[in-house]
């Protein structure tokens, strides 16, 4: 497989072992280029070993095929990624490979495991490929991984894995001066131990004529006129402050910032015991969720998930309070009159533009093919519902379908979860043809390759600059369109606008940086790096001062609704590192699990999902039981505890910021216990 001069150009110092990070624009061939660094850095390095780290699972496969083409068989490769079930340890996978894809955050896991299938080192490997390099900052996984390289570079550890880092946008990390941006292109390249970012110089116009850039078009509309559904939402919602009777609370409905507020204000009323301010602002982010889905969506759209939510209500809860008993009649009071509003009412006018896009686009003879990107997986299932229910586009021939995040909630409908093996299935659909419209979140804006894909619609997004440019980069055709969906004098119009000054505010940074003397841009790094292992090792110190601040027999457990208690901090064990269960066997008392498991569709190592669990005093999810091995043991979400603690109470945000000590879980001890056995 040849590349091309411009591809030549850009690999060049990594051909030689040094640490570069590849910028092209999307569509361009960056993962050519690195499989064609890898395949001679096998040939050329004695006792070579790759691995090629991705951020997203379907962009495994996606990888494996181009490697696999630039390889031809002559090493042997392999993948992991977390929905491969049972499988050999990371470990062992790497010593019998010589080149591995993966997801990042196994070669995380596998780093700090100790078990020795396992285990890996990371110098075990002589060339590092990370793709999506922009996200190796703050505490992402890359940058988790990039660390513990930083640190062994400082202690002078040899051999280190040369790095090869991808992208196609390095943002300006929410700066918005030059000298900003420069400093963040800066951090990129210490966290990397970048020689130097590559791109064309001397073969730039070849690079023109390879990267098809999109039209760019903005398609706005004017705001609803009338709104007599959202206009009703809002009175019930004015309703529910007058009785919370806190007049400095801002009225500003159907807004993020709203969204913001409330959910502080759910927080601060559970550490402060309050359960009826508590629930109060839970049901006003209920009806927020529902003006921003109107604004995105239809009314009917809106309508299901204030009706899901207060049906799950009815059938969770068995302790009800006074105010969830108030909530639950305002809903049963205004429901019909909102079911007439939602039907009643006029139509989206972004729905209106985003079907005219759609009608012009897919009249097309040449078989086009698109992925309108929007903000949550409840906007895309609701724009689906209303793309299979047009008449006008059932016309010309649209076959659509969600791509959305693997996540999993036990508490929303069904719908809103989707497997990684669900988007395999669906990414291979759209590369055939056999779907012909994708409707998308953020899961599909990176990596996502498909030559064919000649429309992209941004629909109402409020994104940064490395975003847009991202999605912008899935229209990969010739002639292709990429569109902004809006509301004339939105937040989101601006938002777009600021990002096209962002990404040129980039180049300028990317350009600075490469003018850079070398001897100044070195002592640059090498300071950068300094400091940022200091502010880790800082960020260690203080982590763990604060699992000492009380013992865990100290800190009780409450359920985060009804306030009851329910155990205490010693309780808890962590399986695999992130799991947190309790393992009291009298915990058994306190909570219900459902007859059917929770459909996770993915396969784990070692353990599967068991049923939701529930408190038995109020009804609250609390998360789900697992069987790990061959033990059922109860995960909790850390949102559905408060912690009671000598000081008051608090609300942890996650689990690793408990200010408490817990310990890993112990499989032989715990199976002991439970057997009355004992080797002692």
């Given at each position: 497989m040849e590349l091309r001069p411009y591809q030549w150009e850009v690999i060049m110092p990594a051909l030689e072992g040094k640490n570069i990070i590849i910028w092209l624009p999307t569509g361009s061939g960056k993962t050519r280029a690195a499989a064609y660094v890898a395949k001679r850095h096998l040939e050329t390095v004695d006792g070579a070993k790759v691995v090629?780290?991705?951020?997203?699972?379907?962009?495994?496969?996606?990888?494996?095929?181009?490697?696999?083409?630039?390889?031809?068989?002559?090493?042997?490769?392999?993948?992991?990624?977390?929905?491969?079930?049972?499988?050999?340890?990371?470990?062992?996978?790497?010593?019998?490979?010589?080149?591995?894809?993966?997801?990042?955050?196994?070669?995380?896991?596998a780093l700090a495991s100790p078990e020795e299938e396992e285990h890996v080192e990371l110098n075990a490997f002589s060339l590092l490929v990370v793709d999506e390099c922009h996200h190796t900052h703050k505490d992402t996984v890359y940058n988790i991984i990039l660390s513990r390289y930083l640190e062994l570079k400082l202690q002078r550890t040899r051999p280190?894995?040369?790095?090869?880092?991808?992208?196609?946008?390095?943002?300006t990390g929410g700066a918005s001066t030059l000298k900003g941006a420069i400093d963040h292109v800066l951090q990129l390249c210490a966290n990397l131990d970048t020689w130097r970012i590559m791109s064309p110089q001397d073969h730039s116009p070849q690079l023109q004529e390879h990267s098809h850039q999109p039209c760019k078009q903005y398609d706005l509309c004017h705001r609803h006129t009338q709104d007599p559904f959202g206009d009703m939402l809002k009175k019930l919602m004015d309703q529910i402050h007058d009785h919370l009777e806190m007049?400095?609370?801002?009225?500003?409905?159907?807004?993020?910032?709203?969204?913001?507020?409330?959910?502080?204000?759910?927080?601060?009323?559970?550490?402060?015991g309050l359960l009826e301010q508590r629930v109060y602002a839970l049901h006003l982010r209920r009806y927020n969720d529902a003006l921003l889905?109107?604004?995105?969506?239809?009314?009917?759209?809106?309508?299901d998930t204030l009706r899901d939510f207060y049906n799950r209500e009815r059938a969770t809860k068995t302790g009800v309070l006074h105010a969830e008993r108030w909530l639950l009649a305002l809903f049963d009071d205004y429901k019909n009159e909102l079911a007439r509003l939602a039907t009643s009412g006029p139509e989206n006018p972004k729905l209106e533009v985003l079907e005219a896009i759609l009608q012009k686009q897919f009249r097309s003879p040449d078989s086009p093919r698109g992925i309108i990107?929007?903000?949550?997986?409840?906007?895309?299932?609701?724009?689906?519902?209303?793309?299979?229910?047009?008449?006008?586009?059932?016309?010309v021939g649209i076959r659509p379908q969600v791509l959305i995040g693997a996540g999993?909630?036990?508490?929303?409908?069904?719908?809103?979860?989707?497997?990684?093996?669900?988007?395999?299935?669906?990414?291979?659909?759209?590369?055939?043809?056999?779907?012909?419209?994708l409707v998308a979140t953020s899961v599909a804006e990176e990596g996502l390759d498909i030559p064919q894909c000649n429309v992209v619609v941004r629909y109402g997004l409020l994104t940064n600059e490395i975003s847009m440019v991202q999605a912008r980069g899935r229209a990969r055709a010739s002639q292709s369109v990429y569109s902004f969906v809006a509301a004339q004098g939105s937040r989101e119009?601006?938002?777009?606008?600021?990002?096209?000054?962002?990404?040129?505010?980039?180049?300028?940074?990317?350009?600075?940086?490469?003018?850079?003397?070398?001897?100044?841009?070195?002592?640059?790094?090498?300071?950068?790096?300094?400091?940022?292992?200091v502010k880790r090792a800082v960020q260690a110190a203080q982590r763990e001062s604060r699992q000492r601040k009380f013992l865990a027999e100290q800190v009780q457990l409450l359920c985060i609704n009804c306030m009851v208690s329910v155990g205490y901090g010693s309780d808890l064990r962590k399986v695999e590192g992130t799991h947190h269960v309790n393992v009291n066997p009298n915990f058994s008392i306190y909570y219900n699990v459902s007859k059917q498991p929770v459909d996770i569709s993915r396969s784990f190592k070692d353990?599967?999902?068991?049923?939701?669990?529930?408190?038995?005093?109020?009804?609250?999810?609390?998360?789900?039981?697992?069987?790990?091995?061959?033990?059922?043991?109860?995960?909790?979400?850390?949102?559905?505890?408060?912690?009671?603690?000598?000081?008051?109470?608090?609300?942890?945000k996650k689990w690793s910021r408990v200010p408490f000590t817990v310990p890993d879980f112990d499989y032989v001890q715990y199976a002991e216990g439970l057997a009355g056995l004992s080797l002692d």
């Open positions: 090629v780290l991705v951020n997203r699972v379907h962009l495994v496969t996606q990888h494996y095929e181009e490697f696999s083409r630039m390889l031809d068989r002559r090493w042997t490769i392999t993948t992991l990624s977390g929905d491969m079930g049972p499988r050999a340890g990371f470990g062992h996978m790497a010593r019998r490979h010589d080149l591995l894809i993966c997801t990042a955050e196994l070669l995380q896991k280190l894995p040369q790095v090869l880092g991808l992208t196609a946008s390095p943002g007049p400095k609370l801002r009225r500003d409905f159907g807004t993020q910032t709203y969204e913001q507020q409330v959910v502080e204000l759910s927080q601060d009323a559970a550490e402060a889905i109107h604004d995105t969506v239809r009314a009917v759209d809106a309508l990107f929007t903000r949550t997986r409840q906007s895309a299932h609701s724009l689906l519902l209303w793309l299979q229910q047009q008449p006008g586009l059932q016309t999993n909630n036990s508490q929303r409908t069904q719908m809103i979860q989707m497997t990684q093996r669900d988007q395999q299935e669906v990414i291979q659909k759209f590369r055939t043809g056999t779907l012909n419209l119009l601006q938002r777009e606008l600021t990002n096209e000054a962002l990404e040129a505010l980039m180049e300028r940074a990317v350009a600075a940086v490469r003018a850079m003397d070398q001897a100044e841009y070195q002592a640059k790094i090498r300071d950068l790096q300094r400091a940022a292992l353990w599967r999902p068991g049923g939701a669990i529930s408190c038995r005093n109020c009804g609250e999810a609390w998360g789900l039981q697992i069987i790990y091995k061959s033990v059922k043991l109860p995960v909790l979400k850390v949102g559905s505890m408060l912690l009671e603690t000598p000081q008051g109470r608090v609300r942890a």
